[in-house]
Structure formats: structure tokens, C-alpha cells
């Protein structure tokens, strides 16, 4: 079993920046993709960012897309979500997600995730 712990979030004025960060533990995840994911209230939850094992595939959804960077820690069982210029339509929970198994690619689909942290609210006022 993986349990996953976001970390990070807060409030933060539009133009800022956030570093969120994911640790895991319970079981290595150096070999799982890793997905950032967003909800809004009252909207579905979304792929912000997701990464191979090695770091080497990286996706970004288009809302975010040179203003994001996901990156992975292996040796800290630990995933990262770096966003800049932020903007009041970021506001969301942000979630960290794993798929078990060897992954040489990213997965966007929330669904294909195996574990789920609890989340992590980004604020950012106008």
C-alpha cells in the first residue's frame, strides 16, 4: 500500500508562484507514474501535470503549459509541482496521484491511478 501526502498549497496573490510537493511512503514509488490533478468546486477533477518513472515524459495540460513544472525526487520517494504566475482560476485542491508498475510514460487519466493523497489547497487572489 502507497500512501501519498501533498504539501505546499496555500494563499497566494495572482503573479506568485507555489512549489508543491508529494512524499510517499509505505512502498517506493520510484517506479510509478506520478500525476498532479485539480479539482475546482463544482468541477471535475482535472490533470495538471503527470511524469514517468525516470522523468524523462512529462505532460502538461494545456492550462498550465509553461507556467508548471513537474518533477520527481527517486532517491526521496517524492514528486514535485512547481507553478508560476499563478492566477485566480488555479484555485483548486490539488492532488498527487500514483500508478503502480513499471511506467516509461505519463498517464494524464485520473482514472488509471492506483493511490491518492488527501490534497492540498491553492488559493490565489486577484
Known amino acids: 500500500q502507497v500512501q501519498l501526502v501533498e504539501s505546499g498549497g496555500g494563499l497566494v496573490q495572482a503573479g506568485g508562484s507555489l512549489r508543491l510537493s508529494c512524499a510517499a511512503s509505505g512502498r517506493t514509488v520510484s517506479r510509478y507514474a506520478m500525476g498532479w490533478f485539480r479539482q475546482a468546486p463544482g468541477k471535475e477533477r482535472e490533470p495538471v501535470a503527470a511524469?514517468?518513472?525516470?522523468?524523462?515524459?512529462?505532460y502538461y495540460a494545456d492550462s498550465v503549459r509553461g507556467r508548471c513544472t513537474i518533477s520527481r525526487d527517486n532517491a526521496k520517494n517524492t514528486v514535485y509541482l512547481q507553478v508560476n504566475s499563478l492566477k485566480p482560476e488555479d484555485t483548486a485542491v490539488y492532488y498527487c496521484a500514483a500508478l503502480q508498475g513499471h511506467r516509461s510514460r505519463y498517464y494524464p487519466n485520473p482514472d488509471e491511478y492506483d493511490y491518492w493523497g488527501q490534497g492540498t489547497q491553492v488559493t490565489v487572489s486577484s
Open positions: 511524469i514517468s518513472w525516470s522523468g524523462g515524459s512529462t
